[in-house]
Structure formats: structure tokens, C-alpha cells
């Protein structure tokens, strides 16, 4: 199928034969009475058989009937193989190259290739059909012959059969493929006087080959067009922009008599944009009714491509030009409205400027540092209608003002949340003032009341009011002009001084302590940050950055930097918690071996594989996580996990949770609207916020996981529905009502993600099969198949007869990952570099331990396992020792080269003490609720 086709400065004649030509299709005619017939042909098999012709070299026969009497066989030396290359952008990776070799070559040298580029094909079946059609035709001459004869019998199109030669090999058919006719008629009993008797006289002069050759037409060379053409980008009524997913438009050339200027005037054409990357780089669609350079690929009238735009006299470039010559401007324009969104700098002397508008909303993401200097000047907000928040997750507001600060306003709140430590330092003067009240705070307990009445400190029960009327002090003990007052902690004592880590430890970790980066290498699996830094957490929970691909692991606790914690924060004071009364589960990761297996519990692991991912505001990626003994079959196979399958359970003494690795959470039972309970050892809020209704946040709040009752057939279901973060930005999920699985997900940035499930092995499973990003104004009301075929591909899965998954294909339709399996049990799998593993079990079930591990590459590891610690060898014999306790949590490890790491934990399983393989030791001390208060 060809996508566009131009007829470009040739004749219709031309341009047939010229198509012809590249399709390997020869033609010829049937000759009768009353019609003549116009036959296409693609192989000699077709042909029809015509008569028997003599061989009769004897120049002195009489030539009554028809025979042959020269025959005359040759053999040409001419191309003996073909290579034809092409390229599609829609298959980036793909090795468009095909080749074919001549089967008849005896006598005859094989290295005559005949190589060409492009070949014109953008499929490979086109290419294989177009690499055997370039060698039939420059074939052609390769075993043609030659002859005469008088037989009007020879017609193109037919085969003849020839009989009487003394060589008996060549009395068989053969196809006549050229024909030069001679002959003469007299005319009257004059004109065959004027001959000496001759009369009519006909011969033919044939060239021949033999039946079981094809005669192809060489290729034609198509004609180029020179240089780039002016054209207008064109599309359906009623639309200022149209194209597709790959950012192609379609235009009307100025040549062209027969378009109407609409969405069928040309193929889609790409566009050269000034950068173009893996979901990155820069892109500006043209728009209807813009004038843009066209060129073509090797010349090509049937591959076009756009590398730039031009102004005209209705299309006028923003600014007013010349005298706007100093700016550099980029301005867009509002879809269907009024407005634009513009980028403007001014480089005139003097005045330069940076000036940026947005239409409407102007959002700015910043991962890191932002810094804003104004070296001279002014800084000015103008908030017109509306409000201004500035908010501060976890962290400090510190401003330094050299001179004064003057607030004005009608209303002043001011309030704090949490603990923490305010400092007020001035040289000078500090003055507060308010008409009607000034009221100051501290905690409970503490106040200072200022009114145009009187004037009252409080502390507990103990009272001092100042009024018109005089002092009046309340409490249990008044001493006046005593020289030194007494303490609160008893008759003469003093009072208690804390040391740093106690004061640390009462004040929970809150505004007093700085949580810096990573700290030591601590967690429960020994891999993972001791710190209180922010971010994703642990490898396979949910940290605060955001990503819906990493489901919380609320059954893994003893690690500092909880999955779902971000590392920071505190309980505040007086918040509700719930501990159960069993250790918590012990943390599938730990330091890999080989590609990879898990030493510790012997199980082959593959963590978070990327199949795609999406920047914005909630950052998507999409991955895959493999375990060898989880538990049930998943949205992929049993093993498999990906983002959404953590959910809820209802049991007869509450909620559980579980996460995508299968381990179990025990929930405090709680009454719909319930106040947030706080669970101290896995650093997590629980609420139950309606009758089917739980969220599940981290320490800091910073996100929020929902889970809605699903009503199916066989009861409640509660799947992770939505990930929203404190601003309410969000990613949800859509599930199906009747199978209860996701439908589709959309993300923080609008975009919707179709997840295709459908029945393999004859009905008895179902799989995800593909997911797909859908168009931006896609209906969500019409037919999921629909949408889900015009939308992008992003990733495919498919399966073995067994209903595991077998491959993973990229969105350009690459296998980039092969697994095979015995009982559902991963044995081997291959990369795109064509990495090759291979794993031996003692038992191929959810029990079973790894025992060897090797690779394509020579690798190889095998594993003895012993009820404290195993022992890995590896290809040179090298042994490594893995120590842990009673719950798999990694205590020790000895290395190759006799160093040594260890890890003392506490009953809950955090690191409190550790020393790396070069002798450094590190201490980790935990508030009660579970934070590290001192490194």
C-alpha cells in the first residue's frame, strides 16, 4: 500500500509503466475481430501455451509452413544478487534491508550485487516482493536467445514449443518477449511481375527466454522535482489545526488544479521541528492557513517534508516591523478564541526586556533550587482578583529585609500548624498595633490578651489581669518581690536540662533537628537510605515525589525512610495511633546477585523494568516488578506486579492492605468520617472519609492514596482509585463495572492512558494486553476498542500457552523482552541487547530456591543455602557470604576479598548500628515515632 503517490511531469503513459515497472507487472495484448484486450501479468505461469514450431535449418527447404531456422541460445554475465535498503520513521529501529540470489547461476561469478537506496518500501513484505522483481529484471538478458522464422504463430504473451532441433534439450516451450516483423505483398499481377515471381514474402526476427524465467520491466527512474515548493497547510472545515499523533499536516500545493484545500489534498507530512527526542524536544504544529517550505527526500514527489514557514501579506509576523527589528518574539495564539501566549525580548540598547504572558495559567515546576536576583530595581506581584499562597511543605520561610516592611491589608491570620521555632532579632524598634485586639499563644496552656479593656497573661490556672480598676493576679502561689521564683519540678529543685539527642527525641524531629540527604546506608533491607531526605522511598513503595508506578508497601516496615513517609516530618501532638502487636514483614530487597536473584530468600527478582514514562506535575512511569514467590496471579502472570494492583481486603476483624508484592497490612477498624489514626511503626495515616471510602497518606501528607468500594458480582472490592498530592493535582484510576479491572488512568497532566485486557487460552485467563495514550478529546462514553486502537501504542504484553507473559514489545512494535517459564516460574528471560539468563530452581513452585544462575556471557553463580546465611560462588570460584536473622532481614555480609559489612537491628528491624566493609560504623537513633533523631 502506498501512502502517496505522484504523478510528477510524466505522461499517464509513463507514469502506468512506471508503477508498473516497480511492481514487477508486464504487460501485453490480445488481438480478436471485434476487440482488443489490454492483460496485466506478474509470472510467466500465466502465459498461455501456443503451437508447436519445426526446426528447420536448411536454407534450401521450401518455406510453405511455418518453421524456425535459425535458433540461437546465449548466456550474459549480469547481476547475480540484490540488496535494497529503505527507511520509515514509524519503525525507527527496523533493519529495512532485503536481499535475493539468483538461483541460475551456472558458470557465472556470484559477487555481482546490485545494491539501491532507498528501494521505495516502507513494509517488509514489499520488500522482500521488491528485492525479487529488481533481480528478475536485471536478469532479463541473463540466458535470452535469439532466432528467425517464418511463423506468424509467435505472439507476445504466449509460449511456443519447438520441435525437430538436433540438440533434444532445446525441443521444449519457451516465451517469446521480443518480435521485429519483415515482409512484403505484391500488389496486382503488375507488382508481382515487378518481384520476378517472389510473391508474398513474411519472416520475424525473436528474442526468447526460457518459461521458467519471469521477464520483469527494468525500474523507470521516477522524476524529481528540484528544489523545495511553496504550499498551504490545509485541513476539514471548521479547524485551525489539524494532524496526527506523529505532529503531520497536510497541505495544498500551489500546483495542484485538484485539490480543494481540505484534509484530502495531500498525505500527512512530517515536520522539522528544532529539537526532537524520546517524549522531549521542541514542536510547533503549523496551522491552517500557513505558508510553509516543502522539500522531498532524494528528490521524491511522493516523500515529502516541511523545513520551515514563511510570513505573507496576510500572515504578518507579531511586532511591527521594521521598527520591532530588535525583538525576538514567540507568540502563539489561542485555539478557537482570542488571546496568545507570548515569549517577547527586547535587545535595543538600553531597554532591553524579557517580557513572558500566559492567557491564562501559568504553572512552574521546580525540582530543586530556585533563585530569583534583582540586583537593581524593583520586584513587584500584582495578584488583581484573587488570592496568593506561598506554602511550605517541610522546611523553613526566612527573609532578610535591610530596610523596613510594610504590610498593609484589611484582614491579618496568621497561624502555625506544627511545632516548631520562630525568632524575631531587631536592633532597633518593634511595634504591633491593631484597633480592636491583639491575642498571642503558646500551645495550650499560655496567652497574652491585649484589648482596649484590659490586659491578661495566663499560664495554666495562674491569672494576672491589668484594667482600669488595677492588678488582680490568680493562682496557687503568689510571690512577691521574692529574688528568686521556684520551679515547677519541686520545692528547691532545678529544673530538668535536657541533653541534644533527648531533646531531639521529645521534640519528635520537628523544627529543632536538620534533615539533611541520605544518611549511612540504613532501611530494613540494609540497601536503602537511613536518612530523612524526601523523595521516592524505598525501591517499590511510594515515596513523595508523586509516581503513581511505585504502589505504597505499607507491609515492610523497620526502614527509616518509610515508602510512604518521604523521610521527614512528626506526629503531631495528640494525633491518634494504632500498633499492632506483631512484627511487621521482612523487605524483599536487598543486595542482588547476577540479573538479579535475592540471596537472602533465594527468589528471582526483576525490580521496576520501565516500559514507558511521563513527565509533569505527578510524574507516570509505568514498570514492572518480579518476584518468584509472590503470591496469585496478577494484571500480568502470576509473579508480576505493576502500578494499581495495591488494594484494599475486608475481613471479618477489619481492612487489610496489600501492597503489589502480596504481603498484608492490618488496618484499625474505624467509623465512616472518622478522624486520620497514624500507624508510628510504618510512618502512615489511615482515614476512613465515608462508608467505602479509605486514604491512606504518608508521614508528611504530601500525597493522598484512595480506595473506593467497587460493588461486582461476588462482593466489594477496593481498588487504589486516586493519587492526589496537597494541591490537588491528581492521578486516577477507571475501572470496568462488570470485571472490575482498570479501564483507564489518567494522570496529573490530563493525558489518558487506555489498559486493554482481553481472554487468552481460549478464554480461560485475562491479560492486560496493551496500553495506549488516547487522543486529547477522547470520549471515554464510546467503545474502548475503538479509542484504544486510534490512540498511541505505548506498550504491548503478550503470553504463552500457560497465560505467562512472554514478551514486552515497545511502541514501535520492537520485542524488547522475552521470559520464558516451568510452572509459572521464571527460568530465563532476554533483553533488547540480547543478554541471555538462565535460572535453575530445587523446586520450580512459589517455594522454590534459586540454585544456579548463569548467562549467554559466561556468567554463572550458584547458590548453597544454610538457616542463617547462604553462600554464593561464582565463574572463578569466588565465594561471598549473605547473614541474616530469623526475618530475612540481611545482617552481615562477607566479601570476595575477606572484607565485611554488618547490620545490628532492633526489635522492630531498623538499623541502629552499622559498619561498612572499610570499618566505618554508623548509629542510627529513632524517636518513638519512628524517625531517626541522631546520626
Excluded at 533550587?369 to 484573587?386: A, H, I, M, P, Y
Excluded at 488595677?470 to 521564683?485: E, Q, R, T
Excluded at 531533646?503 to 536518612?531: C, F, K, T, V, Y
Aim: aromatic share 10%; with cysteine; proline share 5%.
Amino acid at each position: 500500500m502506498r501512502e502517496f503517490c505522484v504523478q510528477y511531469q510524466e505522461t499517464d503513459f509513463d507514469f502506468l509503466c512506471r508503477l508498473l515497472a516497480e511492481e514487477g507487472i508486464f504487460f501485453y495484448f490480445e488481438f480478436q475481430p471485434k476487440q482488443h484486450t489490454l492483460i496485466f501479468c506478474d509470472n510467466a505461469d500465466s502465459l498461455v501455451t501456443g503451437e508447436t514450431i519445426s526446426y528447420n535449418p536448411n536454407p534450401e527447404a521450401t518455406r510453405r509452413e511455418s518453421m524456425i531456422w535459425r535458433f540461437k541460445r546465449a548466456e550474459r554475465v549480469r547481476v547475480s544478487s540484490t540488496q535494497l535498503r529503505d527507511y520509515t520513521f514509524k519503525k525507527p529501529g527496523w533493519n529495512a534491508q532485503f536481499g535475493k540470489q539468483a538461483s541460475d547461476l551456472d558458470n557465472q561469478r556470484q559477487a555481482y550485487e546490485y545494491f539501491e537506496y532507498p528501494a521505495r518500501f516502507k513494509q517488509a513484505d514489499r520488500g522482500k516482493a521488491f528485492s525479487q522483481y529488481r533481480l528478475d529484471s536485471l536478469r532479463n538478458e541473463a540466458h535470452q536467445s535469439a532466432g528467425e522464422s517464418n511463423a506468424t504463430e509467435l505472439v507476445l504473451g504466449t509460449r511456443f514449443v519447438l520441435k525437430n532441433h538436433p540438440d533434444k534439450s532445446l525441443n521444449r516451450p519457451w516465451q517469446p518477449i521480443r518480435l521485429s516483423h519483415f515482409g512484403r505483398q505484391p500488389q496486382g499481377a503488375e507488382a508481382e511481375a515487378d518481384l520476378q515471381g517472389s510473391g508474398t514474402y513474411y519472416q520475424n526476427h525473436f528474442q526468447f527466454i526460457p518459461i521458467t524465467q519471469t521477464w520483469r520491466p527494468l525500474a523507470i527512474p521516477k522524476p524529481q522535482v528540484f528544489g523545495p515548493q511553496m504550499a498551504m497547510v490545509v485541513g476539514p472545515k471548521g479547524e485551525e489545526i489539524f494532524t496526527d499523533k506523529f505532529g503531520r499536516v497536510k497541505v495544498q500545493f500551489l500546483w495542484d488544479r485538484y485539490g480543494e484545500g481540505n484534509d484530502r489534498s495531500s498525505c500527512w507530512i512530517r515536520v522539522s521541528q528544532p529539537w526532537a527526542g524520546a517524549g522531549f524536544g521542541g514542536i510547533t504544529i503549523p496551522r491552517i492557513g500557513q505558508e510553509v517550505i516543502v522539500s522531498f527526500l532524494e528528490g521524491d514527489p511522493d516523500q515529502p517534508i516541511i523545513i520551515g514557514r514563511t510570513y505573507h501579506a496576510e500572515n504578518l509576523p507579531p511586532g511591527t516591523l521594521p521598527k520591532a527589528a530588535t525583538q525576538t518574539i514567540i507568540k502563539s495564539q489561542t485555539h478557537k478564541g482570542k488571546g496568545s501566549n507570548e515569549l517577547r525580548m527586547e535587545d535595543s540598547n538600553g531597554k532591553e526586556e524579557l517580557y513572558l504572558h500566559a492567557q491564562k495559567d501559568m504553572n512552574t515546576v521546580v525540582k530543586n533550587d530556585q533563585r530569583t536576583t534583582v540586583q537593581k530595581g524593583n520586584k513587584e506581584l500584582f495578584v488583581e482578583l484573587g488570592n496568593q499562597l506561598t506554602q511550605i511543605g517541610i522546611g523553613f520561610l526566612t527573609e532578610r529585609i535591610g530596610g523596613g516592611r510594610i504590610t498593609e491589608s484589611n484582614m491579618v491570620s496568621v497561624k502555625t500548624s506544627k511545632a516548631g521555632v520562630g525568632e524575631a532579632a531587631l536592633p532597633g524598634t518593634q511595634t504591633y498595633q491593631a484597633d480592636d485586639e491583639i491575642l498571642l499563644k503558646v500551645g495550650e496552656q499560655t496567652s497574652i490578651l491585649m484589648n482596649n479593656e484590659e490586659i491578661q497573661l495566663k499560664f495554666g490556672e495562674s491569672i494576672v489581669k491589668l484594667n482600669a480598676n488595677g492588678v488582680f493576679v490568680n493562682g496557687s502561689k503568689v510571690g512577691l518581690n521574692s529574688p528568686k521564683a521556684e520551679s515547677d519540678t519541686g520545692e528547691g529543685a532545678p529544673a530538668a536540662v535536657l541533653s541534644p539527642t533527648e531533646e531531639q527525641a521529645q521534640d519528635g524531629g520537628g523544627g529543632r533537628m536538620a534533615h539533611g540527604g541520605e544518611i549511612g546506608q540504613g532501611g530494613a533491607s540494609g540497601q536503602g537510605s537511613a536518612g530523612s531526605s524526601g523523595g521516592k522511598g524505598d525501591k517499590g513503595g511510594l515515596g513523595a515525589s508523586g509516581e503513581m508506578c511505585k504502589p505504597p508497601q505499607m507491609g515492610q516496615s523497620g526502614n527509616p525512610s518509610s515508602p510512604l513517609s518521604g523521610g521527614v516530618g512528626d506526629v503531631p501532638p495528640g494525633a491518634k495511633s494504632f500498633m499492632p502487636d506483631k512484627r511487621t514483614l521482612s523487605n524483599k530487597q536487598c543486595p542482588s546477585v547476577g540479573h538479579p536473584v535475592n540471596p537472602v530468600l533465594g527468589i528471582k527478582v526483576l525490580g521496576e523494568e520501565v516500559d514507558f514514562a511521563f513527565e509533569g506535575i505527578l510524574p507516570l512511569s509505568w514498570t514492572r516488578s518480579y518476584y518468584s514467590d509472590q503470591i496469585g496471579t496478577g494484571w500480568l502472570g502470576q509473579g508480576w506486579s505493576v502500578p494499581g494492583v495495591q488494594r484494599l481486603v475486608k475481613v471479618p476483624a477489619g481492612m487489610r492492605y496489600i501492597d503489589e508484592q502480596g504481603s498484608e497490612l492490618a488496618l484499625p477498624a474505624l467509623e465512616p468520617a472518622s478522624g486520620a489514626v497514624f500507624l508510628p511503626e510504618h510512618q502512615l495515616w489511615v482515614q476512613r472519609t465515608g462508608y467505602d471510602d479509605y486514604v491512606l497518606q504518608p508521614l508528611d501528607r504530601r500525597l493522598s492514596f484512595s480506595f473506593t468500594g467497587l460493588r461486582l458480582q461476588d462482593g466489594v472490592h477496593y481498588p487504589l482509585t486516586k493519587v492526589e498530592d496537597r494541591y490537588g493535582n491528581q492521578q486516577r484510576f477507571i475501572y470496568q463495572p462488570q470485571t472490575g479491572l482498570p479501564q483507564y488512568m489518567i494522570d496529573g497532566n490530563g493525558r489518558t492512558f487506555s489498559l486493554l485486557f482481553d481472554t487468552i487460552n481460549e478464554g480461560k485467563d485475562t491479560r492486560l494486553i496493551s496500553i495506549a495514550l488516547l487522543a486529547k478529546q477522547a470520549d471515554l462514553s464510546e467503545a474502548q476498542k475503538d479509542l484504544h486502537r486510534q490512540g498511541e501504542m505505548l506498550v504491548g504484553y503478550a503470553y504463552d500457552e500457560a497465560g505467562d507473559l512472554s514478551q514486552v514489545i515497545d511502541r514501535y512494535g520492537n520485542i524488547t523482552r522475552t521470559f520464558s517459564y516451568r510452572n509459572h516460574i521464571m527460568v530465563s528471560h532476554r533483553d533488547s541487547a540480547g543478554l541471555e539468563a538462565y535460572y535453575e530452581y530445587d523446586n520450580p513452585s512459589l517455594t522454590g530456591k534459586v540454585l544456579r544462575h548463569h548467562t549467554n556471557l559466561g556468567e554463572q553463580w550458584q547458590f548453597v543455602y544454610h538457616p542463617s546465611y547462604t553462600e554464593v560462588i561464582d565463574t572463578l570460584g569466588r565465594r561471598e557470604y549473605y547473614y541474616f536473622n530469623e526475618h530475612q532481614e540481611l545482617t552481615g555480609q562477607i566479601f570476595a576479598d575477606g572484607s565485611q559489612s554488618q547490620n545490628e537491628r532492633d526489635d522492630m528491624g531498623r538499623v541502629v548500628k552499622q559498619t561498612d566493609r572499610n570499618g566505618k560504623t554508623t548509629r542510627y537513633v529513632y524517636t518513638p515515632q519512628g524517625q531517626v533523631s541522631k546520626v
